[in-house]
């Protein structure tokens, strides 16, 4: 599903983000990506959705070979993975239903269809109650819940999603876990970088811990992290 083989990502100043990167994701996992800032997460993930190239090794997302895409091949790439971040990035002028309803416009999705999949995507995040909405009509969880929507109304084989807990209080983000979950058990790889260590020691997944560039550890069932 996800394979990164000795991948290495040197920004264009420098900066050695990524070293010697290992990894293998496979299809419906639920993966932590956890470590501190700057070990190299976020660019782990912009490999990922090909917003970036590595510098070294290579990576294979749904069976293709990133590095044999086209620049027009590129948003069939993207239609596959899901993507949700810590700020949200919902259209402030739309309503939750248009905001949603946009990433399905967007592909060639028949009129009539757009409807049903957006209340059924509304149905699995349980905001059916705020089709009308304005973004900043809603509380930060139902914003993210918005974003998880119109993050998987594609059916995308993948879920990325980057601090998705970040901006929210501790029940808020527990409830935002179990959407992931909802998410993941039907048949959504999800990948999720988090510094909440809280949610990582105690719903327990595969974590990969970067430190510096490289995979430190790669364990299922993990831990944040074995520092007191
Ligand atoms: P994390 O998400 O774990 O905080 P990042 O992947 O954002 O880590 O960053 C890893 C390293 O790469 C950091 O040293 C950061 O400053 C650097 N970096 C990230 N993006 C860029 C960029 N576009 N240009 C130069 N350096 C970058
Ligand atoms: P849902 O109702 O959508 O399943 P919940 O918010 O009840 O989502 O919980 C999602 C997951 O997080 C569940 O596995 C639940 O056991 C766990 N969980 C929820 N709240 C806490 C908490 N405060 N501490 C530890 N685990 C929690």
């Known amino acids: ?9 040197t920004y264009p100043n420098g900066v050695q983000a990524l070293k010697d990167i290992n990894i293998h994701i496979d299809k419906e996992e639920f ?18 959705i090909r917003e970036v190239v590595p510098t070294e090794g290579t990576i294979h997302v749904n069976g293709t070979n990133l590095g044999d895409l086209t ?15 810590q700020d949200f990035k919902l259209f402030p002028k739309l309503s939750v239903f248009e905001n949603i309803a946009f990433a399905l416009e967007v592909t060639e999705e028949p009129p009539d269809r ?24 809603l509380s930060g969880g139902e914003q993210q819940r918005v974003a998880m929507a119109r993050a998987v109304v594609n059916r995308p084989a993948i879920l990325i999603a980057d601090e998705p807990t970040g901006n929210l209080d501790p029940e808020t983000a527990w409830s935002i876990m ?26 327990k997944k595969r974590v990969i811990a970067i430190d510096d560039g490289n995979v430190l550890r790669d364990e299922w069932r993990g831990a944040y992290s074995y520092e007191a």
């Not at 599903?1 to 990502?9: R, T």
């Not at 990506?33 to 993930?45: D, L, M, R």
């Open 31 to 48: 993966v932590y990506v956890v470590g501190p800032s700057g070990a190299g997460k976020t660019s782990i993930i912009k490999l990922i």
């Open 178 to 203: 179990g959407t992931l979950e909802d998410i993941n058990h039907r048949g959504t790889t999800v990948v999720m970088a988090t510094h909440n260590s809280h949610i990582v020691n105690h719903l």
């Open 114 to 137: 757009i409807k049903p999949r957006v209340m059924e995507v509304l149905d699995l995040v349980k905001l059916k109650n705020k089709t009308r909405h304005k973004p900043r009509e």
């Open 71 to 85: 620049k027009k091949q590129i948003p069939y790439l993207r239609r596959k993975i899901g993507v949700v971040f």
């Open 1 to 9: 599903m996800i394979e990164m083989k000795k991948v290495g990502k």
